[in-house]
């Protein structure tokens, strides 16, 4: 284990009433790495985030910082820095005062303080604020001097609570790209806590999913994505979410088929195999809106087959770059499809869409767990 690595064991939080904010997690946050903690409000991650800088005391389990157990360690003495969501900033105090204070309050000498602002405040872009007050600065601004109160003091781990999340659009995009390369140049590990599933997967190298005060899945974004472990990540990451639907295994005359709202999806025989303890059972039908295609040739499908679906159009969303269809299944539920940015459809018409059979989900509706065929998607 390598000398910062944050891991939980067995980590929980329960606070007066039984409410369990955090359940018996275990976590491993490799020294370096740029780790999401993913979910909906009330999820547990900002309590696990708050449980790491010492801000909350756990009910049970250990935090360690490399072989450090750091349960008992008082937060200013982790050597951590935490940046909230409303930056928390002194308003009283310039640009140069907020982010000097930290030093100054732990004995640094005014020279080296001042030059640790003037280096922290030109390498995130401020170095011309430094005698303004937060409340003359933007929200793009102020969340920078957040950022540079947290870096000036070159803690081993970033905390960041839902840094972004005050930001209009076309700032938090650019915040985003910002802390990617901040990222890159210091090298330091760092803890993102966001509910915004893009944040997720463009800013980290490995998201850990919560719901419910427990962690459902961890790994690479587009490994967690192409792999979902059960409907809520199936249904929580991206977006649109995956289409899910109630369906059933049944035999065709070419192995297995999957049976939903009207449409009959045959199964490769590799996969059919694979499923073939599922015949005749129940199953939840997963398919993202990536996979139904306006024209058979739009993908390159794994084998090589394109199932054509006719569906009725319900609504059209037209977001620029793509179009999405809402359009409902033979049997009336409905579903949404991306369609290319020149797509257009109406209201009630028919609309041909191809579907490969190979990039199908199926999960057990009793667990909600995924049900694997082989191998995990690349």
């Known amino acids: 284990m390598a000398g910062n690595d944050i891991r939980l064991e067995g980590v929980s ?55 450090r157990r750091i349960n008992e360690v008082d937060p200013k003495d ?10 928390a900033l002194f308003p009283h105090m310039t ?22 602002v003037r280096e922290t405040a030109a390498l995130l872009g401020i170095d011309e604020l430094l005698h303004r007050k937060p409340r003359e600065l933007s929200g793009g601004q102020r969340q920078r001097v957040a950022l540079g109160r947290a870096l000036i003091r070159e803690p081993v781990a970033f905390l960041l609570d839902e840094p972004l999340s005050n930001l209009d ?44 005060g427990k962690i459902v899945q961890t790994g690479p974004p587009m490994a967690v994505y192409r792999n979902p472990a059960d409907t809520f990540v199936a249904g929580f990451l991206a977006s649109p979410p995956m289409n899910l639907l109630d369906a059933r295994l049944q035999a065709n005359a070419t192995g297995l088929a999957v049976v939903a709202a009207g449409l009959a999806i045959p199964l490769h025989q ?28 739009d993908a390159v499908l794994p084998r090589n087959v394109a199932l054509p679906l006719d569906l009725r159009v319900v609504a059209i969303e037209a977001l620029g770059p793509e179009v999405i269809l809402i359009a409902a299944l ?17 209201i009630g018409s028919i609309q041909r869409v191809f579907l490969d059979p190979a990039a199908i989900h199926l999960f057990d509706p009793g667990t909600t767990k995924a049900i694997w065929a082989g191998a995990a998607r690349p």
């Open 330 to 346: 033979p049997d009336g539920p409905e579903i949404a499809a991306r369609m290319g940015r020149d797509f257009t459809a109406p």
């Open 13 to 67: 939080k329960v606070y007066p009433g039984e409410v369990r904010a955090v359940d018996a997690i275990d976590l491993e946050v490799r020294d370096g790495e740029f780790m999401i903690l993913l979910g909906p409000s009330g999820c547990g991650k900002s309590t696990t985030l708050r449980l790491i800088a010492g801000l909350e005391a756990a009910t049970s389990g250990d935090l360690y910082i490399g072989s």
């Open 95 to 116: 640009v140069a005062g907020n982010l000097g204070f930290g030093m100054k309050i732990r004995g640094h000498g005014r020279a080296e303080t001042e030059a640790r």
């Open 169 to 212: 659009a076309k700032l938090r995009a650019g915040m985003r790209t910002e802390l990617i390369k901040l990222h890159r140049q210091l090298g330091r590990t760092v803890i993102h806590v966001t509910h915004d599933q893009v944040e997720a997967m463009t800013m980290g190298e490995r998201i850990c999913i919560m719901n419910q």
């Open 270 to 297: 590799a996969d059919a195999t694979s499923y073939a303890a599922w015949r005749d059972r129940p199953v939840i039908l997963g398919i993202r809106p990536e996979d139904l295609r306006e024209h058979p040739g």
């Open 78 to 87: 982790r050597n951590l820095a935490i940046v909230f969501q409303n930056y």
